[in-house]
């Protein structure tokens, strides 16, 4: 089979995307590319891969790129790249705002070119089989679940980071849809959201820092999430439980292990630890990546389903109080 040629544009959020190309059989990482060029060349030489700063010079030598600068950036180069004929995975989220996102995925599919978006968690084996449990109701259907992202930045005044315009919003918009995109994947269609945030804790963000936001789901299940960017001491009980009539499916905050603790008690349902070595937390969504452009198949997590999340999102900021 002929090596899909490869880059990675972004070596913050983009470097485990570089680790997971060069170790996937079928991708041929060509390109790492970052505007700081010590950074880029010292993962080139470590990958035996070339370097630029300069991402449109590269076009040529690709078929495909994985896309990890910041937010307010995601659209226009997407665009570029999906014109140009190349297959984009895209570091969430698909773009600032709705119009953007609607022009990204037409660029998508009037090229006819594979557009994913990385919603990692989706992709590692403990959430797989979290789904499965869910999809098959082995315990019976989910009737509410909680989800807690307690994290800390240090503060960055004046980056990109920081403002509201580049950023797309607070923690909710930027860390927080990793999640809202897993609780409407595992609970379904929302049909009602809302959400209360702070600055406090994290004044140097001109969104909110700390965000609860709750939602409603067509099934009757409720989901509440937990974000922050500004527990600097926190301690996470768990990353998510999942209520059942027969069970309570608790994540691990290391997202390690899946149990269940029923009248039984409590037991492991799936142990696997996907930080293992460089580039293996991503390396689920990349070789999902790489089975879409060899196979032609629509990518689990494409423009149209990362908007369901964003969509949620953007209707809590409606009601927002920051």
Request: charged share 25%; with cysteine; hydrophobic share 40%.
């Amino acid at each position: 089979m002929k090596k899909i040629r490869t880059a990675v544009v972004g070596l913050n959020m983009g470097l485990q995307h570089a680790y997971a190309f060069h170790s996937a059989e079928r991708a041929d990482l060509r390109w790492v590319v970052d505007l700081d060029e010590e950074k880029a060349a010292k993962l080139a030489g470590e990958l035996g891969c070339k370097y630029t700063s300069d991402w449109l010079s590269i076009m040529d030598d690709i078929d495909a790129v994985s896309i990890c600068t910041p937010h307010h950036l995601h659209a226009d180069q997407s665009i570029l790249a999906l014109k140009a004929g190349k297959h984009v995975l895209l570091e969430k989220p698909l773009a600032n705002t709705e119009e953007d996102c609607l022009r990204v995925i037409k660029a998508a599919e009037e090229n006819n070119t594979i557009l994913m978006m990385a919603y990692v968690i989706r992709f590692l084996p403990i959430i797989r089989k979290l789904k499965d449990i869910i999809i098959t109701e082995e315990f019976g259907k989910p009737f509410n679940a909680n989800c807690w992202i307690e994290g800390f930045i240090p503060p960055m005044p004046g980056s990109w980071l920081s403002r509201k315009e580049t950023l797309g919003g607070g923690v909710l918009f930027s860390h927080g849809c990793h999640y809202i995109d897993l609780l409407v994947w595992l609970l379904g269609k929302p049909v009602k959201v809302s959400t209360l945030g702070t600055r406090t804790g994290t004044e140097w963000m001109e969104g909110e820092g700390t965000a609860h936001s709750t939602m409603l789901f067509e099934s009757g299940a409720l989901g509440y999430l937990e974000t922050s960017w500004g527990m600097q001491f926190a301690e996470r009980r768990a990353l998510m439980h999942i209520h059942t009539p027969k069970a309570l499916l608790i994540v691990s905050s290391d997202l390690t292990t899946l149990e269940a603790v029923t009248e039984k008690g409590r037991q492991t349902l799936m142990t696997h630890n996907s930080h293992t070595s460089p580039g293996s937390f991503v390396s689920g969504e990349i070789e999902h990546f790489l089975d879409c452009i060899e196979f032609g198949k629509k990518p689990e997590t494409d423009g149209h389903d990362a908007l369901k999340s964003l969509r949620a999102i953007w209707a809590m900021y409606e009601v927002i109080k920051c």
